[in-house]
């Protein structure tokens, strides 16, 4: 838990955050380093692990806009700074799904957002 930091709208205690920790326990070491890839840009960590990120990776809070639901939008990354919006999803599975899409589909994507 000290190799992540939760913010505006998380904390290390939300449920989405939580789940997040969870799914990535979970991951295959393909996953992992798509993950990575996803997240940070480089299919691989740093010297010292998740921890030695720099800047620390953080997740944050993708505020949705009605009449759309959290479980409407995919997370989406700031690779530059290790950044991750995500929405307050509802469950743990449709985290992973929606991360495993965006994961999947934002490979060589570039957008600005």
Same mark, same amino acid.
């Given at each position: 838990?000290?190799?992540?930091? #939760?913010?505006?709208?998380? %904390? ?6 939580? %789940? +997040?920790?969870?799914? =990535? ?30 800047? =620390? ?6 505020? %949705?806009?009605?009449?759309? =639901? ?11 700074? %290790?950044?991750?919006? =995500? ?9 992973? #799904?929606? +991360? ?11 957008? +600005?957002?």
């Amino acid at each position: 838990m000290d190799s992540i930091k #939760a913010d505006h709208g998380f %904390n290390l205690d939300s449920a989405s955050v939580k %789940n +997040l920790l969870q799914t =990535m326990s979970e991951f295959t070491v393909p996953e992992r380093r798509d993950f990575l890839q996803f997240v940070t840009g480089s299919p691989k960590l740093p010297i010292g692990g998740f921890k030695s990120l720099t800047p =620390m990776f953080t997740v944050v809070c993708k505020p %949705n806009e009605p009449p759309l =639901m959290p479980d409407d939008y995919l997370p989406s990354v700031m690779t530059c700074v %290790n950044y991750l919006k =995500m929405p307050n999803y509802s469950s743990q599975e449709v985290l992973r #799904a929606k +991360l495993s899409v965006a994961i999947k589909e934002g490979q060589g994507a570039f957008h +600005l957002s």
